[in-house]
Every structure is written in C-alpha cells, then in structure tokens.
T-cell receptor, first 111, second 115 residues
Framework: GQSLEQPSEVTAVEGAIVQINCTYQ??????LSWYQQHDGGAPTFLSY????GLEETGRFSSFLSRSDSYGYLLLQELQMKDSASYFC????????????FGKGTRLHILP | SAVISQKPSRDICQRGTSLTIQCQVD?????MFWYRQQPGQSLTLIAT?????????ESGFVIDKFPISRPNLTFSTLTVSNMSPEDSSIYLC????????????FGEGSWLTVV
C-alpha cells in the first residue's frame, strides 16, 4: 500500500517563508504532487516532481528526494491569501494516473 | 487547462434517497475520476470512470452504492444511492487529459448534506 505523512497544521507570519514536509511510503513511485485547497473550494494543482531536486514556480517551490522518500513545499513571501490546506499526493503504483492524497496541512498565516 | 463543470454544486438530501452528480469537461480527456472529501478530511478516491465500460472501484466503494456512468470522453455521472448522513461530503470530479502532463484537474465539487 501507500501512505503519506504531513503535518496537520502550520502557522507562519505574513511575509515569511514556510516549509511543509511530506514523507511517503510506496512500493512504486512515479511522482509527488502538491495541491492547494481554500475553504469552500476545489483542490488546485501547484507542482509536480518526478526527479530529485527543486522545482520553482514564482513564490512556490517544491523539492523531492526519492532516496529519502521525502518532499516539501516551500512558500515564500507569504500572503494572507496563502491561508489554505496543502495536500501532498503521489501517483499510485502501477502508473494508472490515480493520485493518492495525504491528509493535508492547514496553513494559518498571521498578520 | 480543462474546465470542469459539476452539477449540482450543493444539495440537501433526505435520508434514503439517491442523487446523481454530473461532470462535464470542455475537452476530451483520457481519465476521469471521482473523489470524496468528508468535512475537514483528505480526498479519497472512489472510482475511475471508464468510457464505455464499468467503472473501476477502490477498496471500500461498491457499484450498488456509487453507480457511475461515462458515456463519452467529456461526461460522467456519479450517483450516491440510498443516502445516509454519513454520505454528507464533497464529491469531486477530476480529469487528466492528453496534454495536461501530470496535472490532474478538479471540478468545483458537489457539496451534499444528508438529513
């Protein structure tokens, strides 16, 4: 089977940097994704890492270490609108495009 | 990116009734999935909607409770049958297209409350 672990909640200050970690266990790995979900909204895609290293997209970056079964999402220059839940997700073994989600990290941003 | 429309967006349903959720995509997609998200929880995959054949259900989900149709490459329905309060949840349609790479897009969800 597969499992993902991420913190349930993180609090940071507006303008700061925050890192949300994700560790996973899987018998077959194809990639790690991150999704953002605001209250009352649908999940939206943020990033995808298939190879080790850092992927940067504006204020958001995502990192993957396949050898450590570990990844993180880095949010810089935090804004109040970044208050949301963030889910890491892995593509399920077998490569059938099905994504399995972690339990999500609720990010609280303080002014 | 794909534009996904779900109907209804919200509904309040009586215990024991059934409700069908529709998912319409603005372009042909290879994969369509149905997820459930209970309040404050993560997303759980219910099934993969297969075009022209029976859906593939995940462990814990059965066709009698969640019948799914996918008559073509742009449309699918999920029915929640014989509802109970435990079925109160957000139901999300998601898709992966030919050109979307590894991105999976979600509809806005259907928020069902069973009373």
């Amino acid at each position: 089977g597969q499992s993902l672990e991420q913190p349930s909640e993180v609090t940071a200050v507006e303008g700061a940097i925050v890192q949300i970690n994700c560790t996973y266990q899987t018998s077959g790995f194809y990639g790690l994704s991150w999704y953002q979900q605001h209250d009352g909204g649908a999940p939206t895609f943020l990033s995808y890492n298939a190879l080790d290293g850092l992927e940067e997209t504006g204020r958001f970056s995502s990192f993957l270490s396949r050898s450590d079964s570990y990844g993180y999402l880095l949010l810089q220059e935090l804004q109040m609108k970044d208050s949301a839940s963030y889910f890491c997700a892995v593509y399920r073994e077998g490569g059938d495009d099905k994504i399995i989600f972690g339990k999500g990290t609720r990010l609280h941003i303080l002014p | 990116s794909a534009v996904i429309s779900q109907k209804p967006s919200r509904d309040i349903c009586q215990r024991g009734t059934s409700l069908t959720i529709q998912c319409q995509v603005d372009s042909q997609v290879t994969m369509m999935f149905w997820y459930r998200q209970q309040p404050g929880q993560s997303l759980t995959l219910i099934a993969t909607a297969n075009q022209g054949s029976e859906a593939t259900y995940e462990s814990g989900f059965v066709i009698d409770k969640f019948p799914i149709s996918r008559p073509n490459l742009t449309f699918s329905t999920l029915t929640v049958s014989n509802m109970s309060p435990e079925d109160s949840s957000i139901y999300l349609c998601s898709v992966k297209g030919h050109s979307s790479g590894n991105t999976i897009y979600f509809g806005e969800g259907s928020w069902l409350t069973v009373v």
